[in-house]
């Protein structure tokens, strides 16, 4: 087959333009932005960075599992696979009810742990400059961060520490992980 | 796994190979087969490892290889036969190489592929029919599978709901009804536009019903076609038992050699297949199974003769499929185990009183050897005798949900029976209702299922019994044994509600596990936990439901472990409604039949009845908790019956409370020797009538309260 050559200065001209806008720097005002899953569990707001979050669903059923792990909830299925249920509020010992939790955050680093919570409250994409330390009442190893955008600030859940420290907790064989 | 992840895979595979090629020959010169170009094969061998081993940097191989190279080549140009000594000093060598190849494999993750239509064990090249799969993909296929399979079967689930829908509506069309005839325009037309409304409708059921079948009929032979393709996957994904033989060849041979005892091993059924996740477990454990036949079993060549027996022992291993399972059976001729000997050792290393020792019948006391740290071998050496070997065997047993069994005749041999499932992937199990949850019981351990009343149950300090086809057989409630709560026991009594009771044998004890109800019996895929679940007792994984709901599968072992650690694990019973509210009873008999049935005697009656099995264990509790008769027994070892009866009549703890002596001794004269003890009433075992024993309990119960 032969191409004739308008077509091939127009192909040139398209690779051209994608590789430029390759080139770019990224949108100085997305730089600027981290994109967060906010959330709500035990009457408190919460959220999480978009890029931990592997799945979220509605939990359906969970079924119980012998042993007395500080926060674990049994097991769910997410996508056919078998996910070891912890309840995000007992973990980072939040003060509030234990709620009916509807949903479950599954981690991108390890699908093998979801976090059960109360609500999803959408998606965040939150300013650099309102990203602030968690006030020492709230910092725990898995909460360093708020969110200082509203009235109320929201913590940031590290979910990947919060692996680590049931992790560290089954090293220990002990009962508590936070 | 890919190979830029892991790139030594293929290495491993390679090594393997020659390992098992160099295995081979040098097992065939060890056996004296005369093979005149074994050097020269054998070079080939080393040659190819030392190679493959320095492309990967494997330094210690190389090394080793190397020194196999030289040895050989000289062999090879001189066209000497290797001596006897030098085949022993390289299949030594070939454990350092089989133990730097296990070093170089990454963690928990033998490398293994399976080869389709491939000679079991041979050495394999690539051939142009044949292909290499990695095992790890097959795997994901097996899941991958198992997950169609569950959206296939929900699929069924989905239309057999539309048919009961259609049918619904089929019903409210029946129901509607027509304007009656009518003389009205208005009216005729009416009722002739609803008729062809229904008619409309009708047609659109009728519709929906073909469609219905017909993608039921699919959904159907869709479901049952993953099934099939799954179970061949799963069975392409099986390794012949023969991969374990040359490892334990050499093992043979070199325990052989180290205690200077001559012995043939031979290997049978060595093409029958089993889960890769299983081999390596069941592997090791024959390793040490062979080297104590070799080491504990075998006489020496002089002994043997003078015990008219050929100077050579004979080690047999078998392998055998038996349905879903496979056995693993080693047999040795030689000296035999006593069991005198292994209660002996029992009770000079602790682990029970001489009494519980004598108790035990001789399967029973061959059983301890399965227990860490014991070891009939009077000295260690190199290979055995530290009391480890039969534990390994146990511990692979319990890790794969299997049974072990030693049987031994002194002076003919000992024959070890090792029965472990084909695949731990898949199982066939009861479905069982327990409070509000699905649990699944492997099918393979279920001796009988019955419904009994709750009323049945016999409860003891030592927990709960049930008396079924005559045997009493010890009660484990799953509510409470998986923490599902003690639930509605109570509710139960009161509602006199049948439970779902199982009769479950495992490592020859049988129990009984208690669910509210059994469900099915399904075939799943067992699935490990996550390791955020952690790995509870009793809990062998979880399968999932065609509504994609998980459930835990039981591990009927962890289940055993259960009841033996907490004899206890039932919710403190309701009291009976006949019970009286009377002291309770401590029976003391060394036997433990009738121990067993004076027990459940009384419980059936409704007294509470702790046991012991001897005097002075009865004396001591007696001093702990208060008691309102004791039934004794006379002849027991240690302190009797009549002394036990003196030595309370003359304590002031105990001089109130009477004491019912139980006996086989009927003469005139042991029933006065009773009496003068102190002795309230004297049974005779042989003239037992339950009426009797039972109005003098009360009576003399009574009279205490």
């Given at each position: 087959?032969?191409?004739?050559?308008?077509?091939?200065?127009?192909?040139?001209?398209?690779?051209?333009?994608?590789?430029?806008?390759?080139?770019?720097?990224?949108?100085?005002?997305?730089?600027?932005?981290?994109?967060?899953?906010?959330?709500?569990?035990?009457?408190?707001?919460?959220?999480?960075?978009l890029?931990?979050?592997g799945?979220?669903?509605?939990?359906?059923?969970?079924?119980?599992?012998?042993?007395?792990?500080?926060?674990f909830?049994g097991?769910?299925?997410?996508?056919?696979?078998?996910?070891?249920?912890?309840?995000?509020?007992?973990?980072?010992?939040?003060p509030?009810?234990?709620?009916?939790?509807?949903?479950?955050?599954?981690?991108q680093?390890?699908?093998?742990?979801?976090?059960?919570?109360?609500?999803?409250?959408?998606?965040?994409?939150?300013p650099l400059?309102?990203?602030v330390?968690?006030?020492?009442?709230?910092?725990?190893?898995?909460?360093?961060?708020?969110?200082?955008?509203?009235?109320?600030?929201?913590?940031?859940?590290?979910?990947?520490?919060?692996?680590a420290?049931?992790?560290?907790?089954?090293?220990?064989?002990?009962?508590?992980?936070? | 796994?890919?190979?830029?992840?892991?790139?030594?895979?293929?290495?491993?595979?390679?090594?393997?190979?020659?390992l098992?090629?160099?295995?081979?020959?040098?097992?065939?010169?060890?056996?004296?087969?005369?093979?005149?170009?074994?050097?020269?094969?054998?070079?080939?061998?080393?040659?190819?490892?030392?190679?493959?081993?320095?492309?990967?940097?494997?330094?210690?191989?190389?090394?080793?290889?190397?020194?196999?190279?030289?040895?050989?080549?000289?062999?090879?140009?001189?066209?000497?036969?290797?001596?006897g000594?030098?085949?022993?000093e390289?299949?030594?060598?070939?454990?350092?190489?089989?133990?730097?190849?296990?070093?170089?494999?990454?963690?928990?993750?033998?490398?293994?592929?399976?080869?389709?239509?491939?000679?079991?064990?041979?050495?394999?090249?690539?051939?142009?029919?044949?292909?290499?799969?990695?095992?790890?993909?097959?795997?994901?296929?097996?899941?991958?599978?198992?997950?169609?399979?569950?959206q296939?079967?929900?699929?069924?689930?989905?239309?057999?709901?539309?048919?009961?829908?259609?049918?619904?509506?089929?019903?409210?069309l029946?129901?509607?009804?027509?304007?009656?005839?009518?003389?009205?325009r208005?009216?005729?037309?009416?009722?002739?536009?609803?008729?062809?409304?229904?008619d409309?409708?009708?047609?659109?059921?009728?519709?929906?019903?073909?469609?219905?079948?017909?993608a039921l009929?699919?959904?159907?032979?869709?479901?049952?076609?993953l099934?099939?393709?799954?179970?061949?996957?799963?069975?392409?994904?099986?390794?012949?038992?023969?991969?374990?033989?040359?490892?334990?060849?050499?093992?043979?041979?070199?325990?052989?050699?180290?205690?200077?005892?001559?012995?043939?091993?031979?290997?049978?059924?060595?093409?029958v297949?089993?889960?890769?996740?299983?081999?390596?477990?069941?592997?090791?454990?024959?390793?040490?199974?062979?080297r104590?036949?070799?080491?504990?079993?075998?006489?020496?060549?002089?002994?043997r003769?003078?015990?008219?027996?050929?100077?050579?022992?004979?080690?047999?291993?078998?392998?055998?499929?038996?349905?879903?399972?496979v056995?693993?059976?080693?047999?040795?001729?030689?000296?035999?185990?006593?069991?005198e000997?292994?209660?002996?050792?029992?009770?000079?290393?602790?682990?029970?009183?001489?009494a519980?020792a004598?108790?035990?019948?001789?399967?029973?006391a061959?059983?301890?050897?399965?227990?860490?740290g014991?070891?009939?071998?009077s000295t260690?050496?190199?290979?055995?005798?530290?009391?480890?070997?039969?534990?390994?065997?146990?511990?692979?047993?319990?890790?794969?949900?299997?049974?072990?069994?030693?049987?031994?005749?002194?002076?003919s041999?000992?024959?070890?029976?090792?029965?472990?499932?084909?695949?731990?992937?898949?199982?066939?199990?009861?479905?069982?209702?327990?409070?509000?949850t699905?649990v699944?019981?492997?099918?393979?351990?279920?001796?009988?299922?019955?419904?009994?009343?709750?009323?049945?149950?016999?409860?003891?300090?030592?927990?709960?019994s049930?008396?079924?086809?005559?045997?009493?057989?010890?009660?484990?409630?799953l509510?409470?044994?998986?923490?599902?709560?003690?639930?509605?026991?109570?509710?139960?009594?009161?509602?006199?509600?049948?439970l779902a009771?199982?009769v479950?044998?495992?490592?020859?004890?049988?129990?009984a596990?208690?669910?509210?109800?059994?469900?099915?019996?399904?075939?799943?895929?067992?699935?490990?936990?996550?390791?955020?679940?952690?790995?509870p007792?009793?809990?062998?994984?979880?399968?999932?439901?065609?509504?994609?709901?998980?459930?835990?599968?039981?591990?009927?072992?962890?289940?055993?472990?259960?009841?033996?650690?907490?004899?206890?694990?039932?919710?403190?019973?309701?009291?009976?409604k006949?019970?009286?509210?009377?002291?309770?009873?401590?029976?003391?008999?060394?036997?433990?039949?009738?121990?067993?049935?004076?027990?459940?005697?009384l419980?059936?009656?409704g007294?509470?009845v702790?046991?012991?099995?001897s005097?002075?264990?009865?004396?001591?509790?007696?001093?702990?908790?208060?008691?309102?008769l004791?039934?004794?027994d006379?002849?027991?070892?240690?302190?009797n019956?009549?002394?036990f009866?003196?030595?309370?009549?003359?304590?002031?703890?105990?001089?109130?409370?009477?004491?019912i002596?139980?006996?086989?001794?009927?003469?005139?004269?042991?029933?006065?020797r009773?009496?003068?003890?102190?002795?309230?009433?004297?049974?005779?075992?042989?003239?037992?009538?339950?009426?009797?024993?039972?109005?003098?309990?009360?009576?003399?119960?009574?009279?205490?309260?």
């Open positions: 087959m032969r191409i004739a050559s308008q077509e091939v200065s127009f192909l040139e001209q398209l690779r051209t333009e994608f590789d430029r806008d390759f080139a770019k720097p990224a949108h100085a005002e997305s730089a600027n932005l981290e994109e967060y899953l906010g959330f709500s569990t035990a009457d408190g707001k919460y959220a999480v960075l890029q931990q979050v799945a979220v669903q509605e939990i359906r059923t969970v079924t119980r599992v012998p042993g007395g792990r500080a926060g909830e097991l769910a299925t997410v996508q056919d696979q078998l996910v070891a249920v912890y309840d995000l509020a007992a973990l980072i010992a939040a509030g009810r234990a709620g009916a939790r509807r949903w479950l955050l599954v981690c680093a390890d699908r093998q742990v979801g976090f059960a919570i109360d609500a999803v409250d959408g998606y965040l994409r939150v400059g309102h990203i330390q968690a006030q020492s009442e709230h910092r725990v190893d898995s909460i360093r961060q708020a969110i200082d955008q509203q009235d109320v600030p929201r913590l940031v859940v590290d979910l990947v520490a919060l692996i420290a049931i992790r560290r907790n089954f090293d220990l064989g002990g009962q508590a992980a936070q | 796994m890919t190979s830029a992840k892991d790139p030594k895979r293929y290495y491993r595979i390679e090594a393997r190979e020659i098992d090629g160099l295995s081979s020959e040098l097992l065939a010169l060890s056996r004296g087969e005369s093979r005149p170009d074994a050097p020269a094969r054998l070079f080939r061998l080393a040659h190819t490892l030392k190679g493959a081993a320095t492309v990967v940097g494997e330094d210690e191989v190389v090394e080793m290889a190397r020194i196999l190279e030289d040895v050989l080549g000289a062999h090879r140009d001189s066209g000497k036969a290797l001596s000594q030098e085949v022993t390289f299949l030594r060598m070939l454990e350092g190489l089989e133990a730097a190849l296990s070093a170089a494999s990454p963690a928990e993750k033998p490398p293994q592929t399976t080869t389709v239509d491939e000679p079991v064990a041979a050495p394999a090249a690539e051939s142009l029919d044949t292909v290499r799969i990695d095992l790890e993909d097959l795997d994901g296929v097996t899941t991958s599978l198992a997950s169609a399979e569950l296939a079967s929900a699929l069924l689930v989905t239309l057999r709901e539309l048919d009961a829908t259609t049918r619904s509506l089929t019903r409210l029946e129901q509607q009804h027509l304007p009656g005839a009518e003389r009205s208005e009216l005729v037309l009416a009722r002739a536009d609803a008729k062809r409304q229904r409309s409708i009708r047609d659109v059921i009728d519709r929906l019903n073909r469609a219905r079948g017909t009929a699919r959904a159907d032979s869709l479901s049952r076609g099934r099939y393709v799954r179970e061949r996957v799963g069975r392409l994904a099986l390794v012949p038992a023969a991969n374990a033989f040359p490892a334990i060849e050499r093992a043979a041979q070199l325990a052989a050699s180290s205690t200077g005892k001559s012995i043939r091993l031979d290997v049978d059924g060595g093409e297949r089993l889960d890769r996740h299983v081999l390596p477990v069941v592997n090791n454990a024959l390793l040490h199974l062979v104590n036949a070799v080491d504990h079993g075998i006489e020496s060549p002089g002994v003769v003078r015990r008219s027996k050929p100077s050579e022992g004979r080690v047999t291993l078998r392998v055998e499929r038996r349905g879903s399972r056995a693993f059976v080693c047999e040795d001729d030689g000296a035999g185990i006593d069991p000997d292994v209660r002996r050792l029992a009770v000079s290393r602790k682990l029970m009183s001489e519980e004598r108790q035990l019948d001789d399967a029973g061959l059983r301890l050897l399965f227990r860490a014991v070891s009939t071998k260690v050496t190199d290979l055995s005798g530290r009391g480890v070997g039969l534990d390994v065997v146990e511990a692979a047993a319990s890790a794969l949900n299997g049974d072990a069994v030693l049987t031994s005749e002194v002076g041999g000992t024959r070890v029976e090792l029965v472990v499932p084909v695949s731990l992937s898949t199982a066939t199990v009861v479905s069982l209702r327990v409070e509000d699905l699944f019981l492997p099918l393979d351990v279920v001796r009988s299922v019955a419904r009994v009343p709750t009323s049945s149950f016999i409860t003891s300090a030592q927990g709960e049930i008396l079924h086809g005559g045997e009493l057989l010890p009660v484990l409630r509510s409470a044994a998986l923490g599902l709560g003690p639930g509605s026991y109570r509710d139960q009594i009161a509602d006199s509600v049948a009771m199982l479950l044998s495992v490592q020859s004890e049988r129990f596990v208690i669910a509210d109800a059994t469900t099915a019996i399904v075939d799943v895929v067992v699935r490990p936990l996550p390791w955020a679940a952690g790995k007792l009793g809990v062998a994984g979880a399968a999932l439901d065609v509504e994609g709901v998980s459930h835990l599968v039981l591990d009927p072992r962890g289940l055993l472990s259960i009841l033996q650690r907490h004899a206890g694990v039932a919710p403190e019973p309701a009291p009976l006949h019970v009286r509210r009377s002291l309770p009873i401590l029976v003391i008999d060394d036997s433990l039949t009738t121990r067993m049935l004076e027990q459940s005697i419980q059936t009656a007294f509470e702790d046991v012991a099995t005097a002075e264990e009865g004396l001591g509790m007696a001093g702990a908790r208060q008691y309102g004791f039934v004794v006379v002849e027991m070892p240690g302190m019956g009549f002394e009866t003196q030595c309370t009549r003359t304590d002031a703890r105990f001089q109130h409370i009477p004491v002596l139980v006996t086989s001794l009927s003469s005139e004269a042991d029933q006065q009773g009496r003068q003890a102190g002795a309230a009433a004297y049974v005779i075992k042989g003239q037992f009538d339950q009426d009797h024993f039972l109005n003098q309990v009360r009576t003399l119960s009574r009279a205490e309260a």
